[in-house]
């Protein structure tokens, strides 16, 4: 183990497109992940983190979505290429998914313990037996209090927060090597969702399990991620270790989403705003997609500016980066 | 702070009974089971805690939107309890609510200036001019235009539906206005926006504003005072600054130790309690918390402990309130680097060259909407 290991996924440029929409609605998506690391794709509704997920899950609804460019290779196989049977192998085995609402994503017919087994069946070829102790050891593993008896209970009868470890459960019962978590805590009280983090930060640790977590709460991110990727309109604004996107924050978009959460320290002071909203994705500004709603817009914004290494490992999609030098030009040339 | 009552709640009960089954008596959930309440004239109350814990039900329950089981509520000094239909129906112009889900409460088939409108219409207010000039109005103060009265509520993104509710809330010209969870459902920077437009309307009109969030960082900005309800009850009272600086219920506690803190490095969000909050169909005898509760002793099995003065308007119904010392969010848990502060310097003041609207709502009280009544 001494060599490093190969990464365990590699996006580059991906795009995504809808309909006949003249600008794509993902662009340039670009990030690497190692055995191990945790990601946090973050960003509002609309900025297209969960389409991000979705298709490298193989799971666009297409159309009218389409993958139309850009690669992801996924243990060195290039997961947009590879044959239908393949990716219905690797999906569910190697490389799982969690969701944001756990009830709409289990079976509400089949028992917990079934929906586990089954899973493990298909792909480890396990007889029904020897699956069944698969699904007691991961409900365990997830910490389900009687475990015994829940394998044979339904999904409405299991809380909120016991159905999300159920869907942990099983994402993880074949050992995969990258799981993608979309808003998995969104739905939870704050006390579970301490829970439920505390849970997949200890067996992604266990396990090596590369984690792609996506979220729109900056407090999540802090906690869980090695690397951020802060996303608007499709694009990646910034990205970088999740110590230089909170310490040292260069988008003008980080800087508006993080002044615009209240303060736990008890500040009262007014919150300093994005304006505007979103633009819709069928019709997406060409140019800096941030520009209608920055406070530091200019000409040359017209034109989209390319992912700028700022720092070892922290790009920029930014004309105006560092920020505090570019204030200083325009002061300049106003005086 | 010291504020004349404008709002108060003695021994509220509300209990829900499910239909008989065909066996065995019907189940009875306690949403609200006990609860004494006072608040303040112009002061910002928030209410708190996780779902089913009763919040939303108290919410109702203080504009009689649900009848109680048992206790009052009191508007002004009155008894709203005892009020005829026609007359509750003319308190509702004064107070006020605001709802959680901007998409499921307005109607489809109106148009935003009908919706904002009929409150106006309902309570007799003003001529047809005088209406559709205070609708203009509203659709201003809360960042929309005028014009966009003629289009109708699936024209708009959920922010600003959560302003044409807001409008329609204030137009009356209420007292009180109670948000049930105003901002959760909108995205971080939307949600900015609309904590600013409450926050500058309830300056402006000076109204006093009650707020169920379960979200604590919202409570502690906008909130003057906060209850924590935990299964139907109130376990803590407090003014807003010394809830954080000093919890006293180990419910509050395990509440501020379970948000994740946006700061790298800063404490890890800590599993302060285990397990799920317990079944209110059978709420555990005596401390409803013991359940889950790391200090609990035998006498919390058993007995029911009060709400306690612990001085300067801080309440906790803990036996040990006072006597434990809780954990809280450390300042520098929150903590931002030199470099960090300099850019959000540098970026406030982007945004106030930016946004003249900014500094358009002006410490001084304007007459309030309804004073064309």
New interface residues.
């Given amino acids: 183990m001494n060599t490093p290991a190969p990464p365990v996924l590699v996006v580059e440029d991906l795009e995504l497109r809808i309909g006949n929409a003249p600008e794509p609605i993902v662009d340039g998506v670009s990030f690497t992940l190692n055995a191990g690391e945790t990601l946090c794709i973050v960003g509002e509704s609309g900025c297209g983190k969960s389409l991000t997920a979705l298709a490298l899950m193989g799971l666009l609804a297409s159309p009218p979505l389409q993958q139309s460019g850009g690669r992801a290779e996924f243990q060195g196989e290039d997961l947009f290429k590879m044959p239908r049977e393949t990716l219905r192998r690797v999906r569910g085995g190697r490389m799982a998914m969690i969701f944001q609402e756990p009830m709409s994503s289990l079976n509400p017919a089949l028992k917990i313990g079934e929906q586990i087994a089954e899973s493990v069946r298909e792909h480890q070829g396990l007889g029904f037996e020897a699956a069944r102790l698969r699904a007691l050891e991961m409900l365990e593993r997830v910490r389900i209090p009687a475990a015994e008896k829940r394998l044979n209970e339904y999904p409405h009868q299991l809380s909120g927060g016991m159905r999300q470890r159920a869907m942990i459960a099983m994402a993880l019962a074949n050992d995969p090597s990258l799981l993608i978590a979309d808003e998995p805590t969104t739905a939870l009280d704050v006390t579970i969702q301490a829970q439920i983090l505390d849970l997949m930060r200890s067996l992604s640790q266990e396990s090596g399990t590369a984690l792609i977590m996506i979220t729109h709460d900056l407090g999540v991110v802090a906690e869980m991620a090695d690397k951020v990727a802060v996303m608007y309109a499709g694009r990646v604004a910034e990205a970088g270790s999740a110590q230089q996107i909170f310490d040292d924050p260069q988008h003008p978009y980080t800087l508006g989403l993080m002044s615009s959460m209240p303060s736990l320290g008890g500040s009262r002071e007014r919150l300093v705003t994005i304006p505007g909203s979103v633009p819709s994705p069928i019709d997406m500004p060409r140019g800096c997609r941030f520009a209608a709603r920055c406070p530091f817009v200019g000409d040359d914004c017209a034109e989209a500016p390319a992912a700028r290494e700022i720092s070892s490992g922290h790009s920029v999609s930014c004309w105006r980066a560092p920020l505090e030098d570019a204030v200083t030009e325009t002061e300049a040339r106003i005086a | 702070m010291s504020h004349t009552p404008i709002l108060q709640a003695r021994g509220l009960k509300r209990h829900f009974v499910t239909k008989a089954p065909f066996f065995g008596d019907p189940t009875v959930v306690r949403a609200v089971d006990g609860v004494d309440l006072t608040i303040g004239e112009g002061e910002t109350f928030a209410i708190v805690g ?2 089913g814990c009763g919040k939303s039900t108290l919410a109702r329950l203080l504009v009689r939107l649900i009848e109680p089981s048992e206790g009052q509520v009191a508007y002004q000094g009155n008894d709203i309890g005892d009020l005829s239909e026609q007359a509750l129906r003319d308190l509702r112009a004064e107070l006020q609510f605001i709802f959680q889900d901007p998409f499921s409460s307005l109607n489809p088939r109106m148009t935003v200036g009908a919706l904002i409108e009929e409150p106006l219409r309902t309570h007799g207010i003003g001529t047809l001019e005088a209406r559709s000039t205070a609708v203009a109005r509203i659709l201003t103060r809360v960042g929309l235009r005028p014009e966009h009265a003629d289009r109708y509520p699936h024209e708009f ?1 959920g ?2 539906r959560q302003r044409i509710g807001i409008a329609r809330a204030l137009v009356s010209g209420p007292k009180v206005v109670i948000g049930d969870e105003p901002v959760s459902a909108l ?7 609309v ?2 437009i409450l ?1 500058d309307l309830r300056d402006a009109f000076g109204l006093t504003l009650i707020v169920i969030a ?5 409570i ?3 909130s003057d005072r906060v209850a924590v309800m935990y299964l139907g009850k109130i376990v803590e009272v407090s003014p ?2 010394a809830l ?1 600086r000093s919890p006293a219920h180990p419910y509050t506690e ?2 501020l ?10 404490r ?10 317990p079944n209110p169909i059978a709420p555990p005898s005596g401390c409803r918390f013991h359940t889950r509760c790391p200090y609990a002793i035998d006498t919390c099995r058993t007995e029911e402990p009060v709400l306690r003065d612990l001085g300067d308007g801080h309440q906790a119904a803990c036996h040990f309130a006072g006597d434990l010392t809780l954990k809280r ?1 450390k ?1 520098g848990d ?1 903590r ?2 030199p ?2 502060a ?3 310097d ?6 106030a ?3 003249p609207a ?1 500094t358009q709502h002006s410490s001084s009280r304007e007459e309030k909407p309804h004073a064309y009544r």
């Fill in positions: 996780e779902s993104s922010g600003q995205d971080v920077s939307i949600q900015a926006q904590i600013n926050e379960h979200d604590l960082a919202v502690r900005h906008m807003t600054d954080f395990a509440l130790e379970a948000i994740p803190i946006p700061t790298v490095g800063a890890k969000a800590h599993v302060a309690i285990e397990g799920d909050l969010i300042p929150l931002r680097t470099a960090a300099r850019r959000f540098v970026y406030s003041a982007a945004r060259r930016t946004d900014k």
